[in-house]
């Protein structure tokens, strides 16, 4: 049972290139989400879906772009890195509102 | 705006009792999550209240008053693999989750 799976784990960037974070979850959730987490700082929401075909932005969705093409992937696109975007970034699913999300083991992206 | 407060550390004793407190403002709300995160990995769920009260479940309790803004983990008998980070989130009208920053718990033997 694989649940939610991230890759890569880990990733250095240049200033200016741009990458893909893939997520698949095989749980059938409906809900994903992509947060990041800087050290010092609380989860933030960068963008989220409730189905295949739905995305939305969530708080912080500037430089960031996801798709959502079947329910079990949700990549998250990062166009023309910049250091700011250094982060942990993690995805999660959930079957819905109101219940607990499964996150995957995270990106640990460094943009220099 | 919308803010969670939690202590950003606190260290308690092996076999001990400690509770985390977590306060929040936000727009509207519809329930409210406790989640352990060790170091280098992914938080995972430990609670989930929408009513005032407590729930327990097993050495997790966890409390809610809607009309304080205010809710606790309470953990007991502490193990040293209890050593992590708990995050304190709540579900807002959007049913969006806000999330706290998180309180680094250190357990010494």
């Known amino acids: 049972n694989a649940g939610v799976t991230q890759t890569p784990k880990f990733r250095i960037l240049k200033i200016g290139q741009s990458m893909t974070l893939q997520c698949a979850q095989d749980?059938?959730?409906?809900?994903m989400y992509w947060y990041r987490q800087d050290p010092g700082m609380g989860l933030k929401l960068i963008y989220y879906?409730?189905?295949?075909?739905?995305?939305d932005k969530g708080e912080v969705p500037n430089g960031y772009n996801v798709s959502r093409s079947t329910t079990e992937d949700f990549p998250l696109r990062l166009e023309l890195a910049a250091p700011s975007q250094t982060s942990v970034y993690f995805c999660?699913?959930?079957?819905?509102?109101?219940?607990?999300?499964?996150f995957g083991q995270g990106t640990r992206l460094t943009v220099v | 705006g919308q803010n969670i407060d939690q202590p950003t550390e606190m260290t308690a004793t092996e076999g001990a009792i400690v509770q985390i407190n977590c306060t929040y403002q936000?727009?509207?709300?519809?329930?409210l999550f406790w989640y352990q995160q060790h170091a280098g990995e992914a938080p995972t769920f430990l609670s989930y209240?929408?009513l005032d009260g407590l729930e327990e479940k097993g050495r997790f309790s966890s409390f809610l008053s809607r009309s304080k803004g205010y809710s606790y983990l309470l953990l007991k008998e502490l193990q040293m693999k209890d050593s992590a980070s708990y995050l304190c989130?709540?579900?807002?009208?959007?049913?969006?989750?806000?999330w706290g920053a998180g309180t680094k718990l250190i357990i010494k033997p």
């Open positions: 879906s409730v189905g295949a075909g739905i995305t």
């Open positions: 999660a699913s959930s079957p819905r509102e109101n219940t607990e999300a499964f």
């Open positions: 989130a709540v579900e807002d009208s959007n049913y969006q989750l806000i």
């Open positions: 209240n929408v």
């Open positions: 936000t727009s509207g709300f519809n329930g």
């Open positions: 749980m059938n959730h409906n809900y």
